[in-house]
């Protein structure tokens, strides 16, 4: 082992997958390095998995390249066939190394540890993964054995006494967890428990008034000390509403989240294109960061699976030893690429797609290769077409070669064809606000596009200031034209877009109130908007606007107060426009005055019925705070029909390999509304962030569903707020159509799952240690694979179940305002 | 926005039933047999299959419910028409008897049908009257919660109990096991509450009593109450007598919420197996008929 003032060739942060294989490549060349791990174990965070957890090697098509294996199996068995890898090559690695702080340059790094340890190296990987490090306590006593940040099986822990220190959902899961056979007390920095899922809330709420966990508002903890002697093993001294209080334990469970690693790998130099959260930190294509000699592989550098990283670990090793690599997914750049009519090798391809596409020429070789391995080619026959007004599709296009026609149709019927031509983009509309296309697209002749998923882009869009402003500005100069001015050519509406602004804002902000000055008119982009008026002492909810509406109309018509006050039901983004460029557009588009004006009489009718009922406007508040605001297609059940025989549920197992993904009779009801726990199949929705492979789609007709290639992370079940995914493993062979008439004659074919819909936290282990096939995430795909539409609704005998979008089910209540 | 199956498609089956109605009666009228009217008639042969191929559509609802990817229309579709031809059914197959009936396997398959219809159209009732009621007494919450809740409610209670002399324990102990509610269709149907409670007496003897609707518990705690004269026991004891109180009103809903879904799905216990009763006298009746033709 080298000692600590020779200067190392490679210095290796973080022992993951990405780390552990660079190091591999290192130790196996006989390279000089050392790989830096700071827990106790290589593999920190396949470490933190559950229990016997199926890891997969997704993506399949991806070949490994790495001196160590790696193959989808259990937890425990990839764990232990790295260690003998590290053994056999004999790779120089520490633990409980933590590195605090590189500086320096190619070939004089030096990385600083924990214990105040200095090393030198040539060149350092970083390799730190996403998960970063729990938060810690931050008081005296924090690092005494008894302080954990996980809790893998609740359990583990009897009769014990347990401070769980935190109020997020994972606090909140434990501290009730544990209760079942401890007493547990939960502390809260804050006097309630916001920004959880309320299932949760309810959960620990009700906990906490059976008297089943103790809850300290308003706390934070001073002090912990060892008291050998006392009736607890330990003394955690808290500072409370009521003054200091001293609580014995035996354990402390901290959930306080995860610091980012983003500003320590800031502190080393490297540099990040945006503050945007999801920016990935600016690479070259042989994933060199800014800082010249250190490299970022791994989750870190964008790349969120165990084979792509440990690709990487390899690559780069090469790379640094000054040996040419071909990348490990060459042959599937060359395999994507060999339908297009060039004869041309995959990086001159690449090249050549850079050059002719404005939007992508600035993009960095690396990340634009990754959105490539991403995206899919396309020659599509002349008149094809590449998607259809209305469908839900949310990918986005971008011409190679030849032409497309944009075929918009107005509200009057007329049809005009927009030609775009190469290096062109389109698809952004819908990419954007999560709503259907807004029209339909004709291939030309010899047209060759690129398609790339919503993530890649987004992922770009972040990480890229670049493309987000022309493809922001592209999208609000379309939106202007799809929505006020179709007659108008493009170019001349550039002068009005580039006056609109974009705007965000927050769930449950307020976009303009009622009395204010009405000056500008908002283009609701993404997301969705309440409307409500002041009816005596209280506001009232009127009405709902969804994406690619309009809201504001009427102070730019001539009338100077805002009449109601609007509100963001979730994240929102819109485009705002003021009025004079609002005035320019009634200019060039003189039926436009018509049209806003209808609207905004209907608007009216609608207004004042809801205003006269309250109830109406109590439900629309209530199908809000259900996702109403986000939803594209909302299972209700009418209650006055509902005969509770669960047909329902019993259809959905039955046409999903025996697991219901709806829970008929859980979830809220007002006025005879129930809305059951099932998808809402959000415009934006929650679920499809951070899903490693990327597994969550959506389809034409809008449907959210899971693909094959899900991995089974639980990231997904953990996001969604309405709680409708759970982990399940594959069906099981089921009984046949048999003995099905009489009552009572045996299980059913519907039964032996009908009921095994997961009540929504399934952190299920795997029992008596038999392999089983995989757990894997399962939510409504609304059946999109049968055909007929969503089974639930067609086996329903009374007509109680239906699926609406939010918009028929708003206007339904709008219209029957009056009668109720 | 929601429709109710007898509204399916603006009640299109209940006018194709009642024109199927209005064509047999007519037919029948205009027909004059030279025989009194009876099954072996050309219009009888004709009521007669239209009603055996009636019966053996309407059974096949139980089929069509269960083939979940059936794209054969919507299983509401199917009880619209289900309700509705099953009445007209009513009237072709008594146009079919011709008022003759004996003791015999073909009044025998007319009874049980009429059974069948009879309890069909009990069912229809039920469908509409206890959906909103069923609702309104489970305010949002699944029965599997209210057990739940009644469950949590006991513990608290026995936790408190510890505190308290034994025989509070004993009386909130025995009350959470000796809770008896429902049982037979009957007991449900009728709601009747077998509970028990053990309480101990004036005397200081324990007894095992009737506890209907959590009344002897409430009482004996009320006594109990007035009694105390030590702030913190009767701190305790009233308590109790609110966790108990809230307990009766659980208690209250899911015996109430179990006679709603009794209601609710025994007729089926009836239409089903006598529709199958049914098929075999269909069988018998149309064999014997042509056996003796
Ligand atoms: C629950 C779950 C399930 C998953 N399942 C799968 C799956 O089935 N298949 C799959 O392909 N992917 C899966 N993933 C994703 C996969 O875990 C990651 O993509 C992969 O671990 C990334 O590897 P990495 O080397 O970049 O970083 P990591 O694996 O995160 O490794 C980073 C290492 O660096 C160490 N470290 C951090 N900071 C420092 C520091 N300052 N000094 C020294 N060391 C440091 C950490 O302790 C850790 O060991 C899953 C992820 C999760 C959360
Ligand atoms: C001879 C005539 C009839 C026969 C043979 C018959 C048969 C059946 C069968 C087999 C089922 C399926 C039960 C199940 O599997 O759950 C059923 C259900 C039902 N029947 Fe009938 N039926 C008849 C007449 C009627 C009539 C006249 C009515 C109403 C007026 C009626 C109302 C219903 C209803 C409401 C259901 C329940 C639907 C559901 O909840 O799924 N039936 N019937
Ligand atoms: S699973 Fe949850 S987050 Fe995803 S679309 Fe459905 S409701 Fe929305
Ligand atoms: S679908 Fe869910 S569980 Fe599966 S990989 Fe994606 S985020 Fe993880």
Redesign the interface.
Known sequence: MPGVSDKLKIAIVGAGPGGLSSAARAAELGVSHVLLEQSPAHANTIQKYQKGKHVMAEPNVLPLRSPLDFQAGTREAILAEWERGLAKHSVNIRYGAEVVAISGQRPDFTLKLKNGEQLQAETVVFAIGMQGNPRRLGIPGEDLPCVQNTLDDPAEFTGETIVVVGAGDAAIENAVALAKQNTVYILNRSAEFARVKEGNLNLILKSIE??KVGCFYNAACVSLTATPDGEKPYSLVLNTEQGEAVVPCNRIVARIGAIPPRKFVESCGIKFPSPDPAALPVLSERYESSVPGMYVIGALAGYPLIKQAMNQGYEVTETILGREVEPADEPLLAEKFSRLPYRKSVGQTLALMQQRIPLFTEVNALVFRELMLGSKVHTPAAGEAIFRKNDYTNSFYTIVDGSVEIELVAESGESRRIPLGTGQFFGEMSLLSGRRRSGTVYAGKDCVLIESPRRDILKLMNSDDSVRKVVDRLFIARAIQTGFAPGTPFAELEPVAARAELKRYRKGETLFAEGEEADRLLLIRSGSVSISRRVGEHEVVISYVAAGNYVGEMGLLGKTRRNATVRATVPTEVVSLDAEAFGELLQRNPGLRGEVESTMQKRFASNSRMQGSSESGDMISFLIKQGLGEATDLL?I????????D?CE??CA??HGGTSRLDR??G??FA?V?VPTSCRHCEDPHCMRECPPDAIRRAPNGEVYIQDNCIGCGNCERNCPYGVIHMAYAPEPKPG?AS????GAGP???DVHAKGHVDGHAHGHAHDGKPKAPKKAVKCDMCKD???GP?C????????A?R?SPE??VE?ISESAVER | ?????L??RGKRYLWIGLALCVVAVLAYGWHAPLSPPNGGTWLGYTLGTIGALLILWLTAL??R??S????LG???G??SAHVYLGLALLIVATLHTGFQFGWNVHTLAYVLMVFVIGSGLFGVVM?LR???A??SNRS?Q???QMLQEIA?LD??AL?IAANLPAPFAEAIGSNRDRTAVGGSALAILRATDASQVSLAGEDGVVRLQANPAQRAILDWLGRELARSTDAERTRRVDELVNLMAARRTLLRRIVQDARN?AW??LW??VH??VT?ALLGALVAHVVSVFLYW
């Open positions: 059976e008297g209700l009418d209650e006055t029909l509902c005969v509770g025989c047909n019993t259809a039955e046409t009779a859980a809220p009801t005879n129930h159509l099905w008439l009489l009552f059913g074919p519907g049968q055909s007929g089974a609704v067609r086996a329903c005998p009374t007509g109680a239906l609406v028929a089910f339904f | 926005m929601h429709q109710s199956f509204q399916y139980g089929v419910k269960r979940y990817s059936s794209t919507t299983v509401q199917w009880v469908y206890f959906p909103e069923m609702s949002g699944t029965r599997a949590d513990q608290r936790r879904v609710l799905q089926l216990y089903v197996p199958f």
